[in-house]
Each structure stands twice: as structure tokens, then as C-alpha cells.
């Protein structure tokens, strides 16, 4: 997956306020017409402060991606919802690994050149991983992933 925001939602109530704000987007004739097909190719790795390893993503239609990017963030916004935390420049990517400090000592110094071997690091920033559409947009409940591995899905707005 490629984040394009996070949110803070509290209960159900603003659960359903998030997914509506998203339905309209879907529901907007131009907002398909305008944006869309969206191609990316990810090719190369980088790091977020030696903490998240992630595969860069060049996407020659950046400028459509950040369109959609800021109108969901208006829509939720408009809607009610927090969108705290989205004030990092926009760097799309798919992350690899992330070294979380949350609960367990051991990893609060630890970070990604020192898990990766520098060799491995080298080959990791020219390989290419592949290419991809943007054909949906998932609202994702962010919690632990350890059991399945993804992150469970709350809505789903699909593109044609």
C-alpha cells in the first residue's frame, strides 16, 4: 500500500463521517476524469530518519496524486475528522520495514543501518520493484498487524 494520509478517529461515529467524506469523493464525476489513471514505479530505497526502510516511488503524474491527496484531506476536514499529523512534506512510498521503540528496550537504539548489511543496502537502492496503477482507495484501521499481517480494511473506494 502507498499512504497518502493519516488520520486520528476516536469512535464509530467518526468512523462513518470518514467513509462518507470518502463516498463523495467517489461520487464526484470530475474528480475520476481529472486525476485519474495514476501510474507509479518503484525503484530504489531510501530511509526516514535510519528508522523506516521504504521503496521509493516516482509517480510522473505527482501533481495529479497530490490533487487527490489534498481533497481527501479537505473532505475529512470539512467532515469533522483530525488530520493532525499529515504536516510532513508528501513523500510517496511503500514501506519495508519500520523499527519501532513502543514497549521493547532493545530496539530503542537500534535503527535500519544497523540491521542491514551496507552490501545489502547498496542493492537495495537501485533495485527495481515493479509498477503499479492506482485503481482504489482503502480506509485503514492502523494496529498491530502482527497476526494478520495487513492492516484490517474499513472502506474501500473503488476506481474503473
Do not use: W
Not at 469512535?11 to 462518507?20: K, M, P, S
Not at 523506516?52 to 481533497?71: A, S
Not at 520495514?97 to 551496507?118: E, F, G, P
Request: proline share 2%; aromatic share 10%.
Amino acid at each position: 500500500h502507498l499512504t497518502v494520509c493519516t488520520l486520528h478517529i476516536s469512535n464509530r461515529e467518526e468512523l462513518e463521517i470518514a467513509r462518507n467524506a470518502l463516498e463523495s469523493i467517489g461520487l464526484d464525476d470530475s474528480f475520476s476524469s481529472n486525476n485519474l489513471p495514476i501510474k507509479f514505479k518503484f525503484e530504489g530505497c531510501g530511509d526516514f530518519y535510519d528508522k523506516v526502510l521504504y521503496v521509493k516511488c516516482e509517480c510522473d503524474q505527482f501533481d495529479k496524486l497530490n490533487n487527490i491527496r489534498n481533497l481527501i484531506l479537505e473532505k475529512l476536514k470539512n467532515s469533522g475528522i483530525s488530520t493532525a499529523g499529515n504536516y510532513y512534506e508528501f513523500v510517496p512510498h511503500l514501506t519495508l520495514l519500520k523499527i519501532s521503540s513502543s514497549n521493547n528496550k532493545n530496539n530503542r537504539n537500534s535503527n535500519i543501518s544497523s540491521l542491514i548489511n551496507s552490501d545489502l543496502m547498496n542493492r537495495l537502492k537501485s533495485t527495481y520493484f515493479g509498477e503499479q496503477s492506482l485503481n482504489e482507495i482503502e480506509l485503514c484501521k492502523m494496529v498491530n498487524i502482527f497476526s494478520s499481517k495487513t492492516y484490517p480494511v474499513e472502506f474501500t473506494l473503488k476506481f474503473n
